[in-house]
């Protein structure tokens, strides 16, 4: 008998279903260290919580009538704030830190705040690439960023990632964020979310 097949006839599957509060809780744990690295301008360690083969991307929207909702978000393809994955994010960070990217020197100041965290064991069914051991979870983000004098910028939104377990601890595998503005205030958009 498979190990797969010894787990299915020893526990019921987890697929879809919410993880229980130690694992909700770990997840929290999770999102506030990775807001307090991103808060401290610790780069190289936020990238250090992603998986390798991340897929990270933030769509843009347009504002549309009620009967065309389906059409506001952009599809794979169309246009994007990021489209990155760990390799492209590494990339940003290494221009950060040379002194050529003029739109963070002098750096930005943020807050990052992360609620309404809601987490599920992924569904196989529906994400072939992983399996009920790694987490689906939506949460929600207000992150304040503050440049120069007078610079501000707020910036509110969702994100759904897909978590996977690496021994004792987590990755984002995927993250699709998106953001409830359409037309962003900000000058530049230098902030990982």
Known sequence: MSTATERSAAQPSRAGQRADRDIHFEVEQFYYHEAGLLDEGRYADWLDLLADDLDYWMPTRTNRL?????????????????????????????????????????????????????????????????????????SVFLVYRNRLVNEENIFAGSRTDVLRRAGDRLLVARRTILLDQNVLQAKNISTFF
Do not use: C
Request: proline fraction near 4%; avoid cysteine; charge should be negative.
């Open 66 to 138: 009620r009967r065309q909702q389906a059409l506001s978000i952009a599809a794979r393809g169309e246009a994007a704030y990021y489209d990155e994955t760990k390799d492209s994010l590494a990339w940003r960070i290494r221009r950060f830190d040379s002194g050529m990217a003029w739109s963070e020197d002098p750096p930005s100041r943020t807050r990052h705040l992360i609620s309404n965290v809601v987490v599920r064991h992924v569904d196989p069914a529906e994400n072939a690439e992983f399996t009920e051991d790694d987490l689906l979870v939506r």
